[in-house]
């Protein structure tokens, strides 16, 4: 059986492109993620930042992390197994409520963007 991860999971993956593992929010049951990240000198219009509290990650220095709304990641259930994903924790669904929220109004995604996000989100949150 393969390992499936909900909205709301806060799973490590494994990336090849930067050879580390990364977190990553599980926005759908389909496998689609976004990334979590530190927050970077450089913040983009389509960063959802989000208090260390509300996250089950230890704290960032700065007090929060990134969700990037920009970067859809898609995974088949087949990849996990392969990228090593583990879920190490929950976010609540007030904050997928907020992310939703931030999502829907930013305007730097398309259309397109803005419904593969929302889709797995929306029937969840």
């Known amino acids: 059986a393969h390992v499936m ?13 930067v050879g580390k593992e990364k977190f990553h929010l599980c926005i759908c049951p389909t496998g689609k993620f976004l990334f979590l990240n530190s927050p970077k000198k450089k913040a983009y219009p389509g960063d959802f930042n989000v208090p260390s509290a509300e996250i089950p990650l230890p704290p960032t220095p700065e007090g929060y992390s990134v969700i990037s709304c920009t970067h859809l990641i898609m995974l088949a ?17 007030k904050l997928l409520l907020k992310l ?14 803005k419904d593969a996000i929302l889709e797995g989100l929306g029937d969840w949150a």
């Open 77 to 93: 259930p087949s990849d996990f197994k392969r990228l090593r994903a583990i879920k190490k924790g929950t976010v609540s669904n």
């Open 5 to 17: 991860f909900s909205p709301g999971d806060v799973v490590l993956i494994w990336n090849d492109d």
């Open 100 to 113: 939703i929220a931030f999502v829907d109004k930013t305007p730097v995604l398309s259309e397109e963007e």
